[in-house]
Nanobody
């Protein structure tokens, strides 16, 4: 397991952009972003395997969000464009994957950050 530190959340108006960052304390085989709105289940937003080129997105964010990584810094980013009020949630970084489960399934991850709030107003 690794320790994760997220940053970059905030409040924006609809149509705006935010960039989230997540720095891991050491090597991790995968990293992903999840979000949880009040009264809703945690959902996978975007994820990738470390050093890989494949990326995975929830249908609700495809074409608007981009996950990228800086392997030298053990850091993953989530660029969020064209934000909508329904994107409002606490966003969590996750890392250290089991072999089973898909990358957008929270059960796959063993390390979690504290979360960063994203609020989008209409």
């Amino acid at each position: 397991q690794v320790r994760l530190v997220e940053s970059g959340g905030g409040s924006v108006q609809a149509g705006g952009s935010l960039r989230l960052s997540c720095a891991a304390s050491g090597y991790t085989n995968c990293m992903g972003w999840f979000r949880q709105a009040p009264g809703k289940e945690r959902e996978g937003v975007a994820a990738t395997y470390t050093g890989g080129t494949d990326t995975y997105y929830a249908d609700s964010v495809k074409g608007r969000f981009t996950i990228s990584q800086d392997n030298a810094k053990n850091t993953v980013y989530l660029q969020m464009n064209d934000l909508k009020p329904e994107d409002t949630a606490m966003y969590y970084c996750a890392a250290s994957c089991h072999r089973t489960w898909s990358l957008l399934n929270s059960y796959k991850y063993t390390s979690w950050g504290q979360g960063t709030q994203v609020t989008v107003s209409s």
